[in-house]
């Protein structure tokens, strides 16, 4: 495995093989365009029309619909396609991906794809989480700035070669990405928490308030719209992503059933120190949030 | 009862009382000074350095403690203390208010205020919410456009005098108001799911994703920053206003869970199209909702 054990900071010029040409395949292969990396990018669309569609967006890149082609002296491949393909794609993409190569992946839910592809690759996947974009998509929407600051949560496990952990963190950290790192399973349980339950209780406030008279909603102020602004987001691919991760949301949504009820009971039993000793919990969680600092 | 009968069109100069120097009380008495009625506003304050603090905000209103002083010649009384001081304020005020005086209130919870104050008031009393401002409070914050577009949700019963009624229109109109009428019991259902069930599930939620790791939250983005908001506010007033509406507020709290229920179960079962049906179903009702189109 002669490139494990190199870095980006050697002499060689890297072949990079970017999979899926959507928003953060497409905004991969500009941002690293743009960085300091010397390296060449590959673009694999699983249609022709799909590579034709993307070639325009990607100038300077090789964007094709053959895989042979894509993975020709290939370095890195990074899966950008749907967690559901990314899962799936071991067994086919054995056949093309270098022998050396080291392969990593944008997919939002951890778990099932790493156990996944170390079935497929063993110590050279690595995974990744960026945590950029998703009220855009598409080709149309990429942009070599997406991903500048956004949090890239790499999840190696005992069975990663440190090498190729190397590699994926210099990647990530090229495309301009702030990494944390933690174990897959960390990662599905902390994102079921502060992404996918949030989702899953937006949706069911916005059902629950409407239940039997919508024309209430006309009475919502900006409470009710900002919590459940992202309910309107695409139902396709959220269905997929609280599937993916189902386990984990379940859990969530099993927490927030507990606190709903433990609110519920302070209320009908009339605690007014509960009551408030439960909202004000929250406040201090809320206000305290890094992000709102 | 002189002046039941008659409206703000008339020539008389009218004596408005306002109860409570709050936001909402003295956003009142300058919106009411700003509009073209033909009013002199006394205001009410519980405390004598109430009274002061707020006599510099309020200039051409009498300003006091005392309520003979107070409802001296009141031809409409508005109530804007808390929900709580509200309802328990009838048998006090009764000595005070002259006879023939209207009355009206401010208060975001509506069937027990009512119950309580048409028990001291008859048919003189006539509920009202405005549904303006909650962040920030107290007099500092009052200003005389605090209601401009505001809805206002007026509450008759069977029992309301019809002039009253005429009376109370006209001063939340006066005020900058948009104008809606349904009974008590409707107002508070409507207003559980709307404005104090979405504070319970943000509280709620907040607490589940933050559970047991809150170093978590560094990676929430803008969905949950968004859809958790409103649980930073103050817990106190909060607690009230739940309790005060504890009944329909459970009755929306169970409705949640059972909307949880179902998409967990529907998740477990890996049923991707009663997921996505869910997830859907929630999004046409969010992006079809009147305030956001």
Redesign the interface.
């Known amino acids: 495995m002669p490139l494990l054990g190199q870095d980006f900071s050697g002499s060689l010029r890297r072949r990079i093989t970017i999979l899926g040409p959507g928003l953060i395949g497409g905004s991969l292969a500009l941002a690293l365009q743009r960085s300091s990396l010397d390296c060449d990018i590959a673009v694999w669309a699983r249609r022709e029309e799909g590579a034709r569609e993307a070639r325009p967006f990607l100038e300077g890149c090789l964007v094709t619909d053959q895989l042979a082609e894509a993975f020709e002296n290939c370095d890195i491949a990074v899966l950008c396609m749907s967690p559901h393909a990314i899962e799936s794609s071991g067994p086919l993409l054995q056949e093309y991906i270098p022998t050396q190569a080291v392969i990593t992946d944008a997919g939002s839910v951890k778990e099932k794809i790493v156990q996944s592809l170390e079935a497929s690759f063993g110590n050279r996947f690595v995974g990744a989480h960026p945590?950029a974009g998703s009220d855009a998509s598409g080709i149309q929407a990429a942009r070599a700035g997406l991903f500048d600051g956004a949090?890239c949560?790499i999840t190696p496990t005992e069975n990663s070669h440190p090498s190729a952990l190397r590699l994926v963190r210099e990647l990530w950290s090229a495309a301009g990405c702030s990494l944390?790192e933690m174990n897959p399973a960390q990662h599905d349980r902390?994102?079921a928490?502060?992404?996918h339950?949030?989702?899953?209780?937006?949706?069911?406030?916005?059902?629950?308030?409407?239940?039997d008279?919508?024309a209430?909603?006309?009475?919502?102020?900006s409470?009710?719209?900002?919590?459940?602004?992202?309910?309107?987001?695409?139902?396709?691919m959220?269905?997929e992503i609280?599937?993916d991760n189902?386990s984990e949301?379940?859990n969530?949504?099993?927490?927030?059933?507990?606190?709903?009820?433990m609110?519920?009971i302070a209320?009908?039993s009339?605690d007014?120190n509960a009551?408030?000793a439960?909202?004000?919990?929250?406040?201090e969680?809320?206000?305290n949030?890094?992000?709102?600092k």
């Open positions: 945590m949090i949560i944390r902390a994102i928490r502060v992404s339950l949030p989702h899953a209780a937006a949706a069911a406030l916005v059902r629950s308030a409407a239940c008279t919508p209430i909603l006309e009475l919502a102020g409470g009710y719209r900002d919590s459940t602004r992202i309910a309107g987001g695409p139902s396709k959220w269905a609280l599937l189902r949301v379940g969530g949504i099993r927490d927030l059933q507990n606190q709903l009820e609110l519920k209320l009908e009339g007014r009551v408030e439960f909202l004000a919990d929250a406040r969680l809320r206000i949030h890094p992000l709102t």
